[in-house]
Each structure stands twice: as C-alpha cells, then as structure tokens.
C-alpha cells in the first residue's frame, strides 16, 4: 500500500497516508509517501519526520528547501523553530526568537505558547517557561495536555507544587500516555519502598 500511496499523484493523499502512518509509529513508511514531495507540506512533513528519527541533519537540509521555496512562510518559521529545539540549548535561543516574531506577527497560540515554554525550559529558565505556560492557560480557557504536562515539568523543576495540574490533567485527559506512564513510575516506587520501610 504505502508504494501505492508514495506514487500516486495527489499530494493531498500522500500527505494524508503519511500522516496515517505517522499516527501510528510507523515512521519509515510516512517518509515514504512524502519525501520525494515539492510541496511545502510535503517538505515540512518530511522535516518533522527526519527530527523523529534523530536526523537532525536531514532535517536541517529539508527547512533549507523550504526558505528557497518561502523564507516568509509560517511552515518555514515552525520548521526553523523545530530544528532549533532539536539543536539542543545551543540553538535553543534561536527558537525562542522565532517563536517570539511568529507571536508578535499572528498573535499567541497554546502551540506558541508550549513551544516557547520548551525553548525557555532548554535555556534553563524554567520561570519564564512557567510564565508563558501560565499565560496559555489563562488566555485559552480551553484544558490542553500540553500545557498541562508542562506546567508540571516545570514545577518539579521550579520545587512547586505540581498536584493541581496532575489533578486537571487526570479529571481532562483520564486515558493520556503521561498520565499511564506516571501511575508506573508511582507503583514502582511504591514497591521499592517497601523494601526501606522501618519499623516502627
């Protein structure tokens, strides 16, 4: 199926079927039906796919495809953003930048929001992370796990308190990958405690 999707000539159904692929871990297949794409959704796909697999280099040489096809683009500046943050606290800066210019340019949005919090997180500014994670949740009233996740990581960061936004996130997203992965962690430490406890 995927040679037939890859080949066929409709790039909103190559698109469609990587994303498909995507969504379901199937990484290499999703590359497939995209990376010989023109498009800048095709390129901007394939740019988020290479960061999957830790190409990061590959990734770079797919934004440089977009800035020649449009340096002014929103999937340009996102991919810049994403190649930043996958550069490390090095380029981390970089991303906060960009993120800043497309916030001034199209006003703020939780994705906006979320990824300047990361940028300011891998600067190691885990105060204006909160902040601007604080401001999403005020601003879209709307409860969005992302943001949730990481005003908790900032917390733990910060030595706050981090129950309220573990509380929001379990009565709003009862069934998220976060919360399966924290009830393992608190069980295994539970069970190893057992093992220290002295008696009384």
């Given at each position: 199926?995927?040679?037939l999707v890859a080949?066929?000539?409709?790039p909103?159904?190559q698109?469609?079927?990587?994303?498909?692929f995507?969504s379901?871990g199937?990484?290499?297949?999703?590359?497939q039906?995209?990376?010989?794409?023109?498009?800048?959704?095709?390129?901007?796909?394939?740019?988020?796919?290479?960061?999957?697999?830790d190409?990061?280099?590959?990734a770079?040489a797919q934004?440089?495809?977009l800035r020649?096809?449009?340096?002014d683009?929103?999937?340009?500046?996102?991919g810049?953003?994403?190649v930043?943050l996958?550069?490390?606290r090095?380029?981390a800066?970089?991303?906060?930048?960009?993120?800043?210019s497309?916030?001034?340019?199209?006003?703020p949005?939780p994705?906006?929001?979320?990824l300047?919090a990361?940028?300011?997180?891998?600067t190691?500014d885990?105060e204006?992370?909160?902040?601007k994670?604080l401001?999403c949740?005020r601003?879209?009233?709307?409860?969005?796990?992302?943001t949730l996740?990481?005003?908790?990581?900032?917390?733990?960061?910060l030595?706050?308190?981090?129950?309220e936004?573990i509380?929001?996130?379990k009565?709003?997203f009862?069934?998220?990958?976060?919360?399966?992965?924290?009830?393992?962690?608190e069980?295994?430490?539970?069970?190893e405690?057992?093992?220290?406890k002295?008696?009384?």
């Amino acid at each position: 199926m995927k040679t037939l999707v890859a080949s066929d000539g409709s790039p909103s159904v190559q698109l469609y079927a990587s994303q498909l692929f995507l969504s379901h871990g199937l990484t290499k297949d999703a590359l497939q039906c995209v990376h010989l794409g023109v498009t800048m959704e095709h390129i901007s796909m394939a740019l988020q796919i290479y960061l999957r697999l830790d190409r990061v280099d590959l990734a770079h040489a797919q934004l440089e495809l977009l800035r020649q096809a449009d340096e002014d683009a929103v999937l340009t500046s996102l991919g810049a953003v994403h190649v930043a943050l996958a550069g490390g606290r090095s380029t981390a800066a970089d991303a906060a930048h960009y993120l800043n210019s497309l916030s001034e340019q199209y006003g703020p949005s939780p994705l906006i929001l979320n990824l300047s919090a990361c940028a300011h997180c891998m600067t190691g500014d885990y105060e204006e992370a909160e902040t601007k994670l604080l401001d999403c949740k005020r601003e879209f009233q709307t409860p969005d796990a992302d943001t949730l996740i990481n005003l908790i990581v900032c917390s733990q960061y910060l030595n706050k308190d981090s129950a309220e936004y573990i509380q929001e996130l379990k009565e709003s997203f009862a069934s998220h990958a976060f919360l399966a992965g924290l009830d393992r962690v608190e069980g295994a430490f539970a069970r190893e405690s057992i093992k220290y406890k002295v008696a009384a």
